[in-house]
């Protein structure tokens, strides 16, 4: 289910051990920058719920760096490897027919919801309720501009046409996630009050959407709007009115609409159009998503042909966990690449035209890349490995469809490539779970054998592609150990091969089209999703 992020963080203080230069950076922690990063976000929350709130990111980056300065006899290359640190830190610290191409693992459903009146929520304020003041224009301006109604179903594609949105005609949402861009403007006017907010006029038009639970879930809304408009969402159990007064209303909001344990049936999500003081209707382009969270049950939606997306909310190794998976097929694992930024960027944004994207390999200051990489057949880099001294490492590599997840010696690797990169630890091989099997060499980090959020790559014993996340550091969102990980991904997704990638406040899934960054997990960064050095992308 799609989410605010930046929510419910947890920080805690960490310390690191002095060195001096940029490649000792690396490896006197046995960390890459991100894994660094990561580490003011895990160890110890104890002592921040003590303080009573999450250090500021300049609080975090000091307490990482000020030990390095304060030692004695400290020179200027010191300085200038604090520079970089600090530009490293700065950067990152800071879905009415049953949905066709979506299954759920409990198909029982209870009875349609009672009219029992409207959920016990706050509502805040019946009057204007949220409205801003520049959002009212002036009674001189002209209209404002009307963006083009474009974007149905923006996550994938629909397979059936956009009805007008209207009493008679609402536009059905085809499956989870849903996306719209449309406009009010010419809509219907149905309604001018609704029994959860009667003191509140939308006089205006109103759009109508229609969904369909088959089982109880956690709903979530969102509707944005422009300059000069202002719509409101409306959840209603039916379309029903009493001289203007919608009889169903269920919740509504601003912005942001949330309703947990919603009953399996039929419900109707109504976008209408406030009315000022003045009696204009501040009617106008919106753009609209909404989703569900149904706890121990996996969704999945059929994004193409050959790429399905599964998202499952509930527990893992014993806490709450939000899991993402991408399983690519056919021709479509051919045009799979690995692109390197060059630089520091985000997923979301070097996903250009990509159908799907997940963050890459490790990286260190200023997205230097951690690890041999090799891109369009061309070596982009070749590392020595970080302590402790690791004489073989794992890699994924591949031309056109054929991957194999390998071990290689140091001053080695893999023949005849087109994209590859080496990672740790080596999640499972030829099925079987390797994550600690050689704990003393595999996973030597406490990044490692802790709960953080995960980003894997791996090959399912059907030859599919599968690309994972795992969401941490939140709450519902513990995160998994790499040995949790690994006996998880071989018991439960009969997963093959795998190797984890950088994760932390790294990890982070682009599907385009699917949320309004087209981010599907929540990152655990601070500041939201991290820029990094490299990502695996499919077309």
């Known amino acids: 289910m799609y989410r605010p992020r930046h929510t419910d963080q947890i920080w805690g203080p960490f310390g690191l051990t002095y060195c001096i230069g940029l490649t000792m950076l690396i490896s006197c922690a046995g960390l890459d920058a991100g894994e660094l990063m990561d580490m003011a976000s895990e160890d110890a929350a104890s002592e921040s719920m003590a303080d009573g709130a999450p ?12 030990s390095s300065l304060e030692r004695p006899g400290r020179d200027s290359s010191v300085e200038e490897t604090y520079d970089g640190m600090v530009e490293q830190l700065d950067l990152a610290i800071g879905d009415a027919m049953p949905p066709a191409n979506m299954e759920f693992s409990d198909s029982s459903a209870p009875p349609p919801p009672v009219d029992s009146g409207p959920l016990d929520l706050d509502l805040g304020p019946m009057e204007d309720p949220d409205a801003n003041p520049v959002d009212i ?22 397979s059936v046409d956009r009805a007008p949105g209207h009493y008679d005609a609402p536009i059905i949402s085809p499956f989870f996630p849903f996306r719209d861009q449309h406009t009010t403007r010419d809509g219907d006017r149905r309604f001018q009050r609704y029994n959860c907010a009667p003191d509140t006029p939308e006089n205006g038009p109103e759009r109508i959407y229609q969904f369909t639970l088959e089982t109880p879930a956690d709903f979530f809304a969102r509707v ?25 209303c269920l919740a509504r909001a601003h912005e942001d609409l949330v309703v947990d344990d919603l009953q399996a049936g039929t419900y109707w999500l109504v976008i209408d159009s406030w009315t000022n003081g003045d009696g204009v209707d501040l009617d106008g382009a919106f753009s609209l998503e909404f989703d569900i969270s149904i706890r121990n049950a996996w969704r999945r939606s059929q994004i193409s042909n050959d790429v399905e997306w599964s998202r499952y909310d509930g527990l893992i190794d014993g806490e709450s966990q939000s899991v993402n998976v991408v399983r690519v097929s056919g021709d479509r694992k051919a045009e799979m690449v690995i692109q390197h930024h060059r630089g520091c960027q985000r997923v979301s944004d070097a996903a250009g035209d990509a159908l799907i994207g997940i963050n890459g390999g490790y990286f260190g200051v200023n997205c230097s890349v951690v690890g041999d990489l090799v891109v369009g057949g061309q070596v982009i880099s070749r590392s020595a490995p970080t302590t402790p001294p690791l004489e073989m490492r794992p890699w994924v590599s591949w031309r056109r469809d054929a991957l194999e997840f390998a071990w290689y010696p140091n001053d080695s690797q893999p023949n005849d490539i087109e994209f590859g990169l080496s990672s740790h630890p080596m999640l499972a091989q030829n099925g079987l779970a390797q994550a600690a099997v050689q ?3 595999q996973v030597y980090s406490a990044i490692d054998w802790a709960r953080n959020p995960r980003s894997v790559m791996a090959q399912a014993d059907d030859g599919d592609v599968l690309l994972i996340t795992i969401d941490g550091r939140s709450a519902g969102r513990a995160g998994l150990s790499t040995p949790a990980l690994a ?50 992308f499919v077309p």
């Open 55 to 66: 250090p500021s990111s300049i609080d975090m980056r000091t307490r990482v760096l000020d």
């Open 137 to 158: 224009p002036d009674m001189n301006d002209v209209d404002p501009a009307e963006a083009e109604s474009t974007g149905y179903n923006l996550c994938a594609n629909a």
């Open 224 to 248: 944005r709007d422009g300059n000069g408009v202002d719509v409101d969402l409306h959840l209603l159990r039916h379309l029903d009115q009493d001289n203007g007064m919608a009889t169903g």
């Open 439 to 441: 704990p003393e060499e």
């Open 487 to 536: 006996d998880w991904l071989v018991e439960t997704l009969d997963v093959r091969d795998a190797v984890n990638l950088d994760g932390g406040g790294s990890t982070t899934l682009y599907i385009r089209g699917c949320s309004a960054d087209g981010v599907v997990n929540t990152p655990s960064d601070n500041q939201g999703e991290r820029a990094v050095a490299t990502g695996v």
